[in-house]
């Protein structure tokens, strides 16, 4: 980490040219990635990465950025310079900047725990668990052909300073593992899989042992073997809190990111005050939330992680911002600015979004719905934000027979319209199930969690069998 002497000389030599803001991103992070296929080690890989990335803002949210993997304080007061010197031969005053400038520690948002680090853990150790959790995958079903799983995890420390004197820092561990199962039959093919995954050390598999996700995930695997084709068609949809927030990630989470919508390019652009899902629907975005992938106790500008309010009762009330789109909407910041890592520039994204909990016993959500699907687990996605059209592919579902669930069924869809499905929401659960993954934008990836409660979509566009 650097001084509050160098950050404050970087900060004086960027400003120098006429900018109006600018900030340090500091990081040093030491990722360990680890392969098991087919009983074997396949892949460890690890290493230490440093660096540093220097933005200058100056005109009309113009922007500049630098970058250095050398942390010397020449290499790092040269690249203040150069940006200086960009806005200078641009907009501003060539040495209008402050002539010091005095930072001052923040408070995080949320203060996280991390009592079993991933380097306190022999990899023998890590190996060993792995290797256990693939051997009892294997052995759920002869079908099963074969099992991957994928262990990550990282300390990344960060420390960040800006020209309005704020200087933050913290230090995020992530821990991941994925277990994917593969199970085939008379030429049939199916997969399972199921993450363990958060802002957590290695103590995370205490509460969410590896060996039941790799039991889960073979045993979803074998199972689709038997099951029949999904019946396409309209029909009611019941999502269980199980299936985690994916639909609500992909149909309204990156519509409400304040770069997004300012550029016209949400369907949710221009309607804060309007409603935009059901009045049994709130979102919230919540960075707070202690163990979960997407938290943090400052976002990486600086800002003080927080819970946001985005739609209440139905009505949108506010965007995820990070400090450019924020200043160009004229709305405070939410603490959402985010980079993949130094090299990359901040922006507006998603940290933990879920609806809200809602007033509905979830057994009656599902008592309540004579026939339908019953999702309970979600695959991958896709969704245009600017008209809101989306596809969700369903990895585990049941038809519903008498309001209960019935046979397991394979290769349904989910298609139709995000506002629209939001506003025919009409029963909402009081429980809330999360998942995990690594939302891509930009060319960027960063931790996330979403969640929803076991909610009920009277009627949903479901590909299978006989759709189309």
Do not use: W
């Given at each position: 980490m650097l001084s509050e002497d160098l950050l404050s000389d970087i900060l004086t030599l960027a400003l120098a040219g006429g900018g109006s803001y600018a900030d340090v991103f500091v990081e040093q992070k030491s990722p360990l990635s680890i392969v098991v296929e087919d009983s074997s080690v396949e892949r460890i890989s690890t290493g230490q990465v440093a660096g540093v990335g220097i933005r200058l803002i100056f005109g009309e949210h113009r922007v500049a950025y630098a970058v250095s993997n050398d942390m010397s304080p020449d290499a790092l007061k040269e690249a203040a310079r150069s940006l200086a010197r960009?806005?200078?031969?641009?907009?501003?005053?060539?040495?209008?900047?402050?002539?010091?400038?005095?930072?001052?520690?923040?408070?995080?948002?949320?203060?996280?725990?991390?009592?079993?680090?991933?380097?306190?853990?022999?990899i023998k150790d890590r190996l060993s668990m792995m290797l256990e959790a693939d051997r009892l995958a294997r052995a759920v079903d002869p079908a099963i052909r074969q099992v991957r799983l994928v262990y990550r995890d990282m300390a990344q420390s960060v420390q960040i300073a800006n020209s309005e004197g704020v200087l933050a820092s913290e230090?995020?561990?992530?821990?991941?593992?994925?277990?994917?199962?593969?199970?085939?039959?008379?030429?049939?093919?199916?997969?399972?899989?199921?993450p363990v995954a958060g802002l957590r050390g290695f103590?995370?598999?205490?509460?969410e042992p590896l060996h039941e996700a790799a039991l889960e995930a073979a045993g979803l695997a074998a199972r689709l073997l038997g099951a029949r084709r999904a019946p396409g068609g309209r029909m009611p949809v019941v999502i269980s809190s199980e299936a985690g927030g994916t639909m609500i990630h992909e149909a309204i989470g990156h519509g409400l990111e304040g770069d997004l919508a300012g550029q016209g390019l949400s369907k949710f652009s221009g309607?804060?005050?309007?409603?935009?899902?059901?009045?049994?629907?709130?979102?919230?975005?919540?960075?707070?939330?202690?163990?979960?992938?997407?938290?943090?106790?400052?976002?990486?500008?600086?800002?003080?992680?927080?819970?946001?309010?985005?739609?209440?009762?139905?009505?949108?009330?506010?965007?995820?911002?990070?400090?450019?789109s924020a200043a160009r909407a004229g709305q405070p910041l939410t603490g959402n600015g985010r980079r993949e890592s130094y090299l990359k520039r901040p922006i507006p994204r998603m940290s933990n979004t879920f609806i809200?909990?809602?007033?509905?016993?979830?057994?009656?959500?599902?008592?309540?719905?004579?026939?339908?699907?019953?999702?309970?687990?979600?695959?991958?996605?896709?969704?245009?934000?600017?008209?809101?059209?989306?596809?969700?592919?369903?990895?585990?579902?049941?038809?519903?027979?008498d309001g209960k669930p019935g046979e397991l069924v394979r290769g349904a869809t989910l298609t139709g319209n995000g506002p629209e499905a939001l506003m025919a929401i009409d029963m909402v659960g009081s429980d809330l199930g999360f998942s995990i993954g690594t939302c891509g934008k930009d060319a960027q990836g960063v931790p996330v969690s979403d969640a929803m409660p076991t909610l009920r979509i009277p009627e949903l566009v479901v590909g299978g069998e006989h759709s189309g």
């Open positions: 960009m806005a200078s031969s641009g907009e501003g005053d060539e040495g209008s900047g402050p002539s010091t400038l005095d930072l001052k520690k923040a408070r995080p948002g949320a203060e996280f725990d991390f009592p079993v680090r991933p380097g306190d853990v022999d230090t995020r561990v992530h821990t991941l593992c994925m277990v994917q199962a593969v199970a085939e039959r008379d030429g049939v093919v199916q997969t399972g899989s199921r103590d995370i598999f205490d509460d309607k804060v005050g309007e409603l935009v899902a059901s009045p049994l629907v709130s979102v919230v975005d919540d960075a707070t939330l202690a163990g979960r992938r997407g938290s943090y106790g400052f976002d990486d500008e600086g800002v003080p992680s927080r819970r946001t309010v985005l739609v209440r009762d139905g009505v949108l009330v506010s965007f995820m911002h990070d400090r450019i809200a909990p809602g007033p509905d016993d979830p057994a009656r959500v599902l008592s309540e719905t004579p026939e339908g699907l019953l999702v309970r687990k979600m695959g991958g996605g896709q969704v245009n934000t600017v008209n809101g059209d989306f596809v969700f592919d369903v990895m585990e579902g049941y038809m519903i027979r």
